[in-house]
């Protein structure tokens, strides 16, 4: 008989305010005290999303939350490690609070508390909820919270996350988490440079800028800006842009009902095919699938 899978709890915090978003500059929502803007998971919901892989001993789930939702303060009995898909929250645990909005993963051990305030750009993750027997109780972390940010973890991060959605075996999984896990907990934890705040902003802002257009604003080389970006991150600048259009396509897709034709253009793209090839490539979906989503709102 293989080990039981866990069982979900929470704990409920009451809301709390997000000061800034700082590569969305500007884009706070307009009444971030109004009662139309906070939409929070219930306690019931919490673990609720679309169901990937199940195997003994492991889940993995899409975990969808709509922009500007506010997921209540919340733990598991099994470790989770969250991998960052698309767009931009604050979380909150022991650490204290972070904006993420890029390449990221986040290791939960069991029991440890944890609640998000979403973005304007709403947030898509894989979550992989396993017992420790399973990855194997040496490589868990001993701190209740682990976050890796951008950098090689965040790279990595990217390419688990795309694994995790296709039609991978048990083995395959599970090496490529314990390799993840592995590797991550052994890099230093770094910060990102000042300017590499600026280029998220300036990219959000047109994701049509060239690497010399970005280079001139923050007083570097073209030719260093691309691989010292990259390695600050975890993405290039040509993914980042792309990113940015998805989020902004995902989110309207998602969250209205305009025609695909008409939200391609609105996101950046050059026309509808362009999103298609663009969302198949990144998030290995397509905008049909992805406008599906608003079904699997965490959000009830």
């Known amino acids: 008989m293989g080990p039981r899978m866990p069982l979900w709890r929470s704990r409920r915090a ?30 019931s919901s919490i673990e609720s999303g679309q169901m990937l892989r199940r195997f003994s001993g492991v889940s993995i789930r899409r975990v969808i939350d709509r922009s500007y939702a ?12 969250s991998i960052f898909v ?11 609070e972070t904006f993420i909005a890029g390449p990221s993963a986040i290791l939960y051990r069991a029991g ?3 609640c998000n305030s979403i973005g304007p750009a709403g947030f898509e993750q894989i979550e992989v909820e396993f017992d420790p027997a399973w990855l194997g109780r040496a490589l868990v ?13 965040g790279a990595e991060a990217r390419t688990l996350a795309r694994l995790c959605a296709m039609e991978a075996d048990e083995k395959q999984l599970r090496a490529a988490v314990q390799r993840f896990v592995e590797r991550a907990s052994s890099e230093p934890e770094h910060g990102s440079p000042s300017w590499v705040g600026t280029i998220a902003r300036r990219l959000s802002e047109d994701t049509a800028l060239r690497a010399s257009d970005l280079a001139g604003e923050v007083r570097r080389h073209p030719s260093w800006l691309g691989t ?14 792309a990113r940015f259009r998805i989020e902004r396509a995902a989110r309207l897709l998602r969250e209205t009902d305009h025609p695909s034709a008409c939200i391609a253009v609105e996101a950046g793209f050059y026309d509808q095919s362009h999103m298609s090839r663009t969302f198949r490539r990144v998030l290995g979906r397509l905008p049909s699938a992805v406008r599906k989503d608003r079904w699997n709102f965490r959000q009830r």
Not at 141 to 153: E, F, I, K, T, Y
Not at 231 to 237: I, V
Request: hydrophobic content about 35%; glycine content about 10%.
């Open 70 to 81: 506010r997921v209540a303060e919340h733990a598991h009995d099994w470790p989770v490690l």
């Open 141 to 153: 972390p001993s701190a209740p919270v682990s976050r890796w940010l951008g950098g090689r973890a």
């Open 14 to 43: 009451p809301y709390w305010t997000v000061s800034r978003w700082e590569a969305r500059p500007g884009s706070a929502p307009s009444s971030l005290n109004g009662e139309a803007d906070k939409v929070e998971a219930s306690s």
């Open 86 to 96: 698309i767009g931009d929250y604050v979380n909150q645990t022991e650490l204290g």
């Open 228 to 241: 010292a970006y990259k390695r600050a991150t975890g993405e290039g600048l040509l993914e980042t842009a």
């Open 112 to 114: 440890a508390a944890h």
